[in-house]
């Protein structure tokens, strides 16, 4: 197949690492890798083949394949025989090149202008008596503007319009770079792509696998999606909600830093609630809450009660524009939290659902 070029405008800076931790330029890696974050989250959630992540994964076992292919096997019954899972099929292992290649041919960004120490407009009061007001550092400013960039097909008979369609994907509910839960990477695609292929491709990946061993990594049956109104486009307004939401769990430290994440001590925790700048779409300045809770918590709460907690902050302080959820619980008013008013038990008919 033929490369695709899609443009794309930033609606919130984009940050794709690079030099003293500061974003130098535009890196393909840092694209390469929020596709293939998102596209695990989708093998995962459909029940398909994902190696750990936390690990060395999948190694190409190349006499396997060869054999296979002498056996007169197809290329899918060869990558099993090979020992690739369906991620690395795509995105590439030791001894089997990645099926696609991103380039970014045009740019017309320039370096935002946040840079330096922020606070919210929150203050609270420390173990010690004193006054405290939250401040969040970004050494380096993120890039806005319009970026151009073309896929690539690496493979006989990849369809590169899968990833096309991911890429709108994750424009429509996620961000793309690094550093979503302090709001870079939200993007806007110039013109709308075909979403046909990524959802026969990720139908055929449906399947009878679990992750029990690896319950806190992100899955679709974890996700939820959020986009709420705001009155105002100030970056203070997404520290704002960041800090009260953390306060949602203030009563049960460990549940709190791993929801919204730790620095302190000897622990390093990411968060997993992500929370984008205010952008403008159509007329409106929203700002996207999203993360991932897992099934199974071991801190005094459930799955359930964190989300119950995330969507009763955002519906009581906020317009809640959208909420989308697998398997959806219900609200403090008895009603379904999926703004569908429906709740999701087929993994792959919620994907399905997601296409915009």
């Known amino acids: 197949m033929k490369p695709l070029t899609i443009k794309i405008t930033t609606?919130?800076?984009?940050?794709?690492?690079?030099?003293?931790?500061?974003?130098d330029r535009l890196h393909e890696t840092g694209i390469i890798g929020s596709l293939r974050w998102w596209y695990e989250v989708i093998v995962r959630g459909l029940g398909g083949k994902a190696c750990d992540p936390t690990a060395d994964g999948?190694?190409?076992?190349?006499?396997?394949?060869?054999?296979?292919?002498?056996?007169?096997?197809d290329e899918q019954e060869a990558l099993d025989a090979a020992k690739l899972c369906d991620v690395c099929r795509v995105f590439g292992a030791t001894g089997w090149q990645r099926r696609f290649r991103v380039e970014v041919v045009d740019t017309n960004l320039v370096k935002d202008e946040l840079k330096g120490q922020f606070k919210a407009d929150r203050s609270y009061v420390d173990a010690?008596?004193?006054?405290?007001?939250p401040k969040w550092y970004f050494k380096g400013p993120?890039?806005?503007?319009?970026?151009?960039?073309?896929?690539?097909?690496?493979a006989l008979g990849f369809d590169i319009k899968m990833m096309a369609g991911l890429v709108k994907l994750v424009a429509a509910w996620g961000t793309l770079g690094?550093?979503?839960?302090?709001?870079?990477?939200?993007?806007?695609l110039s013109a709308p792509q075909p979403m046909r292929p990524l959802l026969d491709h990720f139908r055929l990946l449906v399947g009878p696998h679990?992750?029990?061993?690896?319950?806190s990594l992100s899955s679709l049956r974890n996700l939820f999606l959020a986009r709420i109104q705001v009155d105002t486009n100030r970056f203070q307004e997404t520290l704002n909600l960041i800090y009260d939401l953390r306060r949602c769990f203030a009563s049960n430290?460990?549940?709190?830093?791993?929801?919204?994440?730790?620095?302190?001590?000897?622990?390093?925790?990411?968060?997993?609630?992500?929370?984008?700048?205010?952008?403008?779409?159509?007329?409106?300045?929203?700002?996207?809450?999203?993360?991932?809770?897992?099934?199974?918590l071991n801190f005094g709460a459930s799955q359930d009660d964190v989300l119950k907690i995330i969507h009763g902050h955002t519906q009581a302080k906020y317009t809640l524009g959208v909420w989308r959820e697998f398997g959806s619980g219900l609200d403090a008013s008895g009603k379904v939290r999926d703004s569908t008013g429906k709740v999701y038990t087929d993994p792959y008919e919620f994907l399905c659902s997601l296409v915009v």
């Open 210 to 215: 679990t992750y029990p061993s690896l319950p």
């Open 178 to 188: 690094a550093r979503a839960h302090l709001g870079f990477g939200v993007l806007r």
């Open 128 to 133: 010690r008596g004193k006054r405290q007001t």
């Open 58 to 73: 999948c190694k190409f076992n190349k006499e396997g394949f060869e054999k296979a292919k002498r056996e007169g096997k």
């Open 253 to 296: 430290k460990n549940l709190c830093h791993f929801v919204m994440g730790t620095t302190r001590g000897q622990r390093l925790l990411a968060s997993k609630i992500k929370v984008s700048r205010p952008y403008d779409q159509e007329g409106k300045k929203v700002i996207r809450v999203w993360g991932w809770i897992p099934e199974n």
């Open 142 to 154: 993120g890039l806005i503007g319009d970026l151009t960039v073309r896929l690539i097909p690496s």
């Open 11 to 23: 609606l919130t800076p984009l940050w794709t690492g690079g030099v003293k931790m500061t974003t």
